[in-house]
C-alpha cells in the first residue's frame, strides 16, 4: 500500500511537545502519589494490606494491558483525537477516585486513570520522532526525561503534603485541575501528525496481550511478596504469561504479512534499536531495584516517616529530570556513549556504596548516593530513548514506542521481584542463624543491593558497545519532514 507524505504541522513543534509533555508529567504525577495514602486508605475503607495492594498492583496491570494496543491506536487514531480520548479517560478516572464510596470504585478509578496514561508516553514518544528533526531529538527527549522523572519523584511527597493537612480526597481534587487545564491547552496547541489508516484490530491478540502482559507483570510483582493479591502460584502466572507472549509473537509475525499486527516486531530486527532496548530494560531493572528497596530501608529499617522517606527521595529524581534537557544537547553534539558509558560506570559503583547499608548508615551518605546515582542514570535514558527509536524507519516509531513502554513495565517488574525475593530470602536465612529481624532485614538488603548493581554491570557491558557517535541509524539521519516515506502509519 502506497504512503501518504504526512502533513507537516502548521505551528512550530514546540508547543506541541510542550503540550503533550505537561499532559505526560501530570499522568505520571498520579502514578506514584498515593504511595502515602494506603494506611489512610485502610483505616478509612476498613481494609487490609492484601487488599490494599490492589491500588498499585491494578493500575500496575491496567498499563501493561493497554500498552501493547498503542502501535494499533496510534496508526488508526488522530494525534489529536487520541490525546483528547486518553486524557478524557484520566480525568474519568481522577473524578471516579475523589468520589470514591468504597474500596472497589477506588481500585477501578484507578484502572480508568492507568488507561489514560498508559496511551501518553507511547503518543508523546512518537509525535516527537514524528515531527522533531533528528539533531534536534535529544534535546526534545530530555525535556520528556525530565516529565517522566520529576513527576514521580514529586508523587509521594506532594501526597505526604496533602495527607498532612487535608483528605485523601483531595490527592484526586488537586490533580484534576491541572489535568483539565493541560487538556485544553492541549487541544489548542497540538496538531494532528500523520494521517491514520483503515487497520482492523485483530481481536485475538488483543486478550493474548492482556493474558501474556499482564500475567506476566502480575507474576513478576508477587514474586517474593509473600502474600499475594489473587490466590495463584506467581510462578505459574509467570509461566502461562510467557506461554501467551510467545503466541502473541508468533501472531503478530504472521499478521505482519499482511500488514495488520497489533504491535508490529520487526523493530526488533534492527539491532540499533534492540541493543537501545536490552539497555534501557537493564537499567530499568536496576534503578527501580533502587526504588523499591530504599524506601523499605528508610521506614522499615530506620523507622522514617513516609513524608520524610519522600523528602530522602526527592532530591534524585528532580536532579534526574532537571538535567534531561542538558544531557539531550549533549547528545545531539557527541552522541550517545561518550554519555552513557560515564553513567553506567557510576550507577554500578554507587549501587555497590548502597550493598554497604547498615543500621548506622548515615542519613547524608544515603541521601547524596541516590541523588548521584539518579544523575548518573539521567545520563543513561535520555540518549538511549533517543538512539533506539531514532534507528527505526518513521512507520515504525509507532510500534516502537509501545514495544519499549511495554518492556520498561516487564523491567520495572522484574527489577523489583528480583531485589524483593532475594531481600527476602537473605533475611529469612540470618534470622534462622539468631540475628534480630532488623539486622536481618538489613542484611538482606544489602545482598538486594549488591544484585541491582550487577544487574547495571550488564547496562555497563551494553553501554561500551553503542556507537561512538550520534549514529542514531540510517533512518534518523533525515529531519522529521524529509525521510523519504514519512509514513501513514508513523502517527495517528
Not at 508523587?155 to 487538556?183: Q, Y
Not at 529530570?321 to 557510576?346: E, S
Not at 548518573?376 to 538511549?384: A, E, G, I, R, Y
Request: proline content about 6%.
Amino acid at each position: 500500500m502506497p504512503h501518504t507524505p504526512a502533513p507537516v504541522p502548521s505551528r512550530p513543534y514546540g508547543r506541541t511537545i510542550a503540550a503533550l509533555v505537561a499532559a505526560t508529567f501530570t499522568v505520571f504525577l498520579n502514578e506514584t502519589i498515593m504511595i502515602n495514602a494506603i494506611p489512610r486508605l485502610m483505616a478509612d475503607f476498613h481494609v487490609d494490606a492484601r487488599a490494599a495492594q490492589w491500588l498499585s498492583t491494578a493500575f500496575m496491570l491496567a498499563m501493561a494491558v493497554v500498552i501493547p494496543v498503542t502501535g494499533w491506536l496510534l496508526q488508526r487514531v488522530r494525534t489529536r483525537a487520541l490525546f483528547l480520548t486518553a486524557m478524557s479517560i484520566f480525568i474519568c478516572g481522577t473524578v471516579l477516585a475523589a468520589a470514591a464510596w468504597s474500596f472497589p470504585v477506588l481500585v477501578a478509578a484507578r484502572v480508568v486513570q492507568a488507561g489514560g496514561t498508559a496511551i501518553m508516553m507511547p503518543l508523546l514518544m512518537t509525535t516527537l520522532m514524528s515531527i522533531v528533526p533528528a539533531d534536534e531529538r535529544g534535546k526534545v527527549m530530555g525535556n520528556v526525561t525530565m516529565a517522566i522523572s520529576v513527576a514521580p519523584a514529586l508523587g509521594p511527597t506532594a501526597s505526604g503534603l496533602v495527607l498532612d493537612f487535608m483528605s485523601w480526597r483531595w490527592i484526586f481534587l488537586l490533580v484534576l485541575p491541572f489535568a483539565v487545564v493541560v487538556t485544553a491547552a492541549g487541544l489548542r496547541f497540538l496538531d494532528d501528525v500523520g494521517e491514520p489508516r483503515a487497520l482492523p484490530l485483530d481481536w485475538v491478540s488483543v486478550p493474548l496481550a492482556a493474558v501474556g502482559f499482564g500475567g506476566l507483570v502480575y507474576g513478576l510483582s508477587q514474586l517474593g511478596a509473600g502474600d499475594a493479591v489473587l490466590p495463584v502460584d506467581p510462578w505459574w502466572m509467570v509461566a502461562g504469561g510467557l506461554a501467551a507472549i510467545a503466541v502473541f509473537a508468533w501472531r503478530q509475525v504472521r499478521l505482519a504479512r499482511e500488514g495488520s499486527p497489533l504491535l508490529n516486531l520487526s523493530t526488533l530486527a534492527i539491532p540499533r534499536y534492540t541493543h537501545a532496548l536490552a539497555l534501557m530494560a537493564a537499567a530499568f531493572m536496576a534503578m527501580l531495584g533502587a526504588m523499591i528497596l530504599l524506601p523499605l530501608y528508610l521506614q522499615d529499617v530506620r523507622g522514617l516517616s513516609t513524608l520524610a522517606t519522600g523528602l530522602m527521595l526527592m532530591p534524585g529524581g528532580l536532579a534526574m529530570g532537571l538535567l534531561g534537557p542538558t544531557v539531550g544537547k549533549l547528545y545531539d553534539r557527541y552522541g550517545a556513549r561518550v554519555l552513557v558509558l560515564p553513567g553506567a560506570i557510576g550507577c554500578t559503583l554507587l549501587l555497590a556504596v548502597l550493598a554497604r547499608v547498615d543500621m548506622h548508615t548515615p542519613y547524608w551518605v544515603i541521601l547524596a548516593d541516590y541523588t548521584a546515582m539518579l544523575v548518573c542514570l539521567s545520563f543513561v535514558f535520555t540518549p538511549v530513548f533517543t538512539l533506539g527509536l531514532g534507528a527505526l524507519p518513521a512507520q515504525l516509531y509507532s510500534h516502537g514506542s509501545s514495544l519499549l513502554g511495554t518492556v520498561q513495565q516487564l523491567a520495572a517488574a522484574a527489577g523489583a521481584a528480583l531485589v524483593v525475593t532475594v531481600m527476602s530470602s537473605h533475611a529469612g536465612d540470618l534470622v534462622r542463624e539468631g540475628h534480630s529481624g532488623l539486622d536481618a532485614m538489613a542484611g538482606g538488603m544489602r545482598w538486594a543491593f549488591g544484585l541491582a548493581a550487577l544487574i547495571s554491570l550488564t547496562v555497563l557491558v551494553l553501554a561500551a558497545t553503542l556507537p561512538s557517535g550520534r549514529g542514531a541509524g540510517a533512518h534518523a539521519a533525515h529531519g522529521a519532514h524529509d525521510v523519504p516515506e514519512p509514513a501513514v502509519d508513523a502517527e495517528g
